[in-house]
């Protein structure tokens, strides 16, 4: 009997064991990466469940026009891109997250969100922590100065050479495109947002602001700040990472939601909904739509810019 019994016991304590391995191994996925993404417990199921919810929760930086909030609505050409692509997949509602456009990444990494709809530009340091969705949109870069540009002000050059300061929002490619045109760091400030560096320039706290042209000059014109002006001969740096191509982003784990994503986009773009998104949004549909042949994968490996 008691040999029964320890053969009963030992036999129970195997089938635990083996229920529990089997829960690891769903967690971790089959190729060891963790499974904490929100992918959810059947691996890749996020689609599933989104569809199932019918709604996808956004991650955006309030950034005219690319995604912002404006009387409790979510806008802008990103964001009106991300609801259509998700309708042709089955879901029609979004929730909006803001996060500090240095924080949407983080964010995303962390579960807060089920993609990032920014207009983020794709760069191979970004494709390392984050898979970019096909290319939405293209664009370039923008400077702000105090009226009448009093250091005359009209490339990173510019303001390399005569020693200005500009204020830049955190966590934007600006940064880097700077300093590669020879721009030191004591000339570089941050700031959280848009707004905070058009008054980083307003008080004389900083020379300049820059960002993607469309995101300053809107922005410039929403905040009517009689202080500023627009450059509207800026020099475009000759570097990599210019123009710039915008995208959503998902978590790497997240692989059947991206594929899905970039299938109904091709579809959008191939009818010319996407050209008509872009124009609602104040873009160009000539000048700001993805040239053929442009592809995530070539700008993540910096064969493409």
């Given amino acids: 009997m008691k040999k029964l019994l320890l053969a009963s016991i030992f036999g129970l304590a195997l ?28 691996g890749d199921s996020l689609l599933a469940e989104l569809q199932e919810k019918g709604t996808v929760t956004i ?37 909006a997250q803001l996060a500090d456009f240095s924080q949407l990444i983080p964010g995303l990494n962390a579960g807060k969100f089920d993609v990032i709809t920014a207009g983020m530009a794709i760069n191979p340091d970004r494709c390392e922590n984050a898979d970019f969705g096909e290319p939405e949109m293209v664009y370039g870069e923008g400077l702000v100065v105090p009226k009448g540009n009093p250091m005359d002000l009209h490339s990173y050059t510019d303001i390399a050479d005569k020693g200005a ?9 600006e940064i880097e495109y700077v300093k590669q045109m020879g721009v030191k760091e004591d000339q570089i400030q941050t700031a959280p947002d848009i707004p905070a560096t058009f008054s980083a320039v ?37 570097i990599e990472g210019i123009p710039s191509y915008g995208a959503a982003a998902f978590h790497k784990d997240n692989d059947e939601l991206r594929k899905a994503y970039n299938e109904a986009l091709a579809k959008l773009k191939e009818d010319g909904t996407v050209k008509e998104l872009l124009e609602k949004n104040g873009f160009s549909a000539e000048n700001n739509s993805v040239p053929e042949g442009i592809t995530t994968e070539g700008v993540c490996s910096g064969e493409q810019y």
């Fill in 15 to 42: 089938i635990m064991l083996a229920a529990c391995g089997s829960n690891g191994d769903d967690a971790s996925g089959s190729d060891g990466d963790s499974g904490s993404s929100g992918e959810g417990e059947g």
């Fill in 59 to 95: 991650g955006f930086a309030n950034e005219e026009p690319y995604g912002y909030q404006e009387d409790g609505e979510l806008k802008g050409a990103a964001v009106d891109i991300a609801q259509a692509v998700f309708a042709e997949l089955g879901v029609d509602n979004m929730e």
């Fill in 165 to 173: 300061t500009v204020s830049i929002m955190q966590g934007a490619t």
């Fill in 202 to 238: 307003a008080s004389g706290r900083a020379d300049a602001t820059t960002g993607t042209e469309m995101t300053v000059k809107m922005a410039l014109e929403s905040a009517g700040n009689d202080k500023l002006e627009f450059v509207s001969d800026f020099e475009q740096p000759d």
